[in-house]
C-alpha cells in the first residue's frame, strides 16, 4: 500500500509563531487531504488538495503531486491550532499519515 | 446540513461479547467509510461502501468484523466476540461521488473499551 510519513512528529511553538508540516507519499495518490484532529478525537477537514496551492484564512496547503509531497502552513499560530494534524492520500484504498502533533503554547 | 453522526459515542464491553455501532452520513453522500484508530496513531482504513455495495475491505476487517449498509444510508459495524485488541476509536466517514468523490468527512466516532 501507500506510505504516508509526516515530519516533524511533534512541534511546541509560541502563540504568533509560524509553522510548517510536511507530508510525504510513496507513490502517485489521486488525491490528498489535511486534517486536524481536535482534543476530543473529531476529525476535521481543512483541505481537500490533490494538487496545487489553497487558502483559507490563517491555513494554507501546497501539493506537489509529481514530486510526492504535501505542506501545510500555519501562520500566527492560536491555541486553538493545538491538537494532532492529519494527511491522508487515497490510491484504491485510503492511508493516513502518523500525524502531527502540535502544542501552540500562549 | 448536519454532519456524520455515530452511535453510540462511548462503548464499554466484556470481552467476548458482540457489539454494533451505526453510522449516518451526510444526506446525500453515496459513500460511506469506517476506519479504527488506536492511540498515537492514524486512523487505518476497514472497508467502504457506494450506496448499498461493500467496494473495499481492508485485511484488517477480519472474520469477526461486518459491515452492512442495507439501504444505501446507514451503515453498522458489528464486531463479534471482542478481544482487548478490538479497543480504539471507531470512525466512519462518507463522501459524494460525483462532487469530490475522495474528500471525506468524518464523525465524532465511537470509542470502544473492551474489559
Known amino acids: 500500500g501507500i506510505q504516508v510519513e509526516q515530519s516533524p512528529p511533534d512541534l511546541i511553538l509560541q502563540e504568533g509563531a509560524n509553522s510548517t508540516l510536511r507530508c510525504n507519499f510513496s507513490d502517485s495518490v489521486n488525491n490528498l487531504q489535511w486534517f486536524h484532529q481536535n482534543p476530543w478525537g473529531q476529525l476535521i477537514n481543512l483541505f481537500y488538495i490533490p494538487s496545487g496551492t489553497k487558502q483559507n484564512g490563517r491555513l494554507s496547503a501546497t501539493t506537489v503531486a509529481t514530486e510526492r509531497y504535501s505542506l501545510l502552513y500555519i501562520s500566527s499560530s492560536q491555541t486553538t491550532d493545538s491538537g494532532v494534524y492529519f494527511c491522508a492520500a487515497t490510491g484504491n484504498q485510503f492511508y493516513f499519515g502518523t500525524g502531527t502533533s502540535l502544542t501552540v503554547i500562549p | 446540513d448536519t454532519g456524520v453522526s455515530q452511535d453510540p459515542r462511548h462503548k464499554i464491553t466484556k470481552r467476548g461479547q458482540n457489539v454494533t455501532f451505526r453510522c449516518d452520513p451526510i444526506?446525500?453522500?453515496?459513500?460511506l467509510y469506517w476506519y479504527r484508530q488506536t492511540l498515537g496513531q492514524g486512523p487505518e482504513f476497514l472497508t467502504y461502501f457506494q450506496n448499498e455495495a461493500q467496494l473495499e475491505k481492508s485485511r484488517l476487517l477480519s472474520d469477526r468484523f461486518s459491515a452492512e449498509r442495507p439501504k444505501g444510508s446507514f451503515s453498522t459495524l458489528e464486531i463479534q466476540r471482542t478481544e482487548q485488541g478490538d479497543s480504539a476509536m471507531y470512525l466512519c466517514a462518507s463522501s459524494k461521488v460525483g462532487h469530490s468523490p475522495y474528500e471525506q468527512y468524518f464523525g465524532p466516532g465511537t470509542r470502544l473499551t473492551v474489559t
Open positions: 444526506s446525500e453522500h453515496n459513500r
